[in-house]
DNA sequence: CGGATTTGACCGGCGC
DNA sequence: GCGCCGGTCAAATCCG
């Protein structure tokens, strides 16, 4: 049964409020994979036979014939379902409106127990008796099921769509997966959890189970459910810090993500408590989007029901690179989550969805000058937290410190030739 | 009953 | 060749 050798996450020590460890795991061996490999990618030779011009937003279906994948190979195209969209909502380029039921709380997502966040005290995943390929394999169409409620109560989401440019980092990218397996990308998170199963909005199978050499954790194997996506994924407890949950994903969803992800109904905002105080308003907006902000305006709160129209990667800047944690709070309408109580559960949901798109988004000219697509996130040690802006402006600056090392995003994304984080290359999706 | 999980067996790479 | 190890397979089992 699970966990035979594995002690009981009971006698676990709880979660510290204030955690500083005498050194960032990240600075222990773990498990990274660099794309450095991809940097033949700007040889012109190597795209022989260039799609750009073949690829509607959205549509995948000329990149499977660009790559001469067959219908049976390729993944169902994603067609999704444009409706409700909030009239003061601004939605740019980079992103697609989705139908999902207005049922949904912030995270919670009753509607449609397969994605709904689980509480990861324990897995309240339900294993529904849905097929697996019409989770996250069915392109976005978000058909209704049974038990949602009536069609009319949509609410609008945003998620993100892949542009051609996009499409040709994809295609590059499965190009060279057919060259070689040895350089498929890879994404590790280091999250706090006491379960061993996180949540990240895609739908897993679990094929294998391995005792860790010199570790009591096992090491768990996951293979996304859909249709051909070979995505796979790790998971093992941290055998450092216990508390902490290490995912290792493989590989890219070619997929886009599930019908009814576990983000937001409503668009919201981030933030990340800086423990070396306040950051300077870098926010031209009025979101007033700080790096020490905790909790939002009413004003702002009135304004949650826009729809989301930039995403930032964010790090808790302090000089020491340790976040004193517990202080991040979300907010997103009259919804309002404290990082104590609720953070990991929001945290594991999104970030992995959405650093995965930022590998499919950034271009890969500019992914050939960063550092290892590797990113370590928990709630203490440097928090790859994210803010999300309602207003379609460009905050690229702002919540980060420049260039400091705490060994957060902007650090594993760092510049190679200046040695300065350069995330505005990274994140800017607009 | 069917999908998900469990778990021992199996396989291939690697070092000696 | 042998043993170790990480990763995967697949039959058995679980479970809603």
Known sequence: MEGKNTPPLSSLSSPPQIFSPPSPPFSLSIPTTTIDDLNFLDDDTFLENPLPDLVKEGDFGPLYEWLGIT?????????????????????????????????????????????????NNNSSRVAGKRPAE?????GGNASPRSDEPDDEKVNTITRLKLKPSTM??????????????????????LTESESDNLEDGYKWRKYGRKTVRNSPYPRNYYRCTAIGCNVKKRVERWLDDPTHVLTTYEGLHLHGLPPIPPTPSKSFHLYNN????????????????????????AGEQNRANNAITSVHLG????????NDGGSLRIVAGENEFNYNKHMQNVEQAITPII????????????????????????????????????????????????????GGAEDLFRNKSTGTGLLEDIVNFS
């Open 71 to 119: 219908d049976e190979d390729a993944p169902p195209v994603e067609r999704p379902v444009k409706r409700s969209l909030p009239p003061d909502a601004i939605v740019p380029e980079s992103f697609e409106t989705v139908a999902q039921s207005e049922s949904s709380s912030f995270f919670s997502i009753p509607s449609n127990p397969d994605v709904a966040v689980s509480n």
């Open 134 to 138: 019409s989770v996250a394999g069915d």
């Open 168 to 189: 040709t980092s994809i295609a590059a990218t499965m190009r060279l997966n057919r060259r070689s397996e040895n350089n498929i990308p890879k994404l590790a998170f």
């Open 274 to 297: 800086c423990t070396t105080g306040p950051k300077p308003d870098r926010c031209s907006c009025s979101c007033r989007c700080k790096g020490a902000v905790a909790v939002a305006g």
């Open 315 to 322: 790090t808790v800047s302090g000089g020491s690179g340790v």
């Open 355 to 406: 650093l995965q798109n930022f590998m499919l988004s950034a271009p890969q000219t500019s992914l050939n000058n960063f550092t290892p697509m590797t990113i370590i996130n928990n709630g203490h040690y440097q928090s790859s937290l994210m803010n999300v802006h309602h207003d379609g402006n460009n905050h690229r600056q702002d919540c980060f410190g420049a260039g400091s090392s705490n």
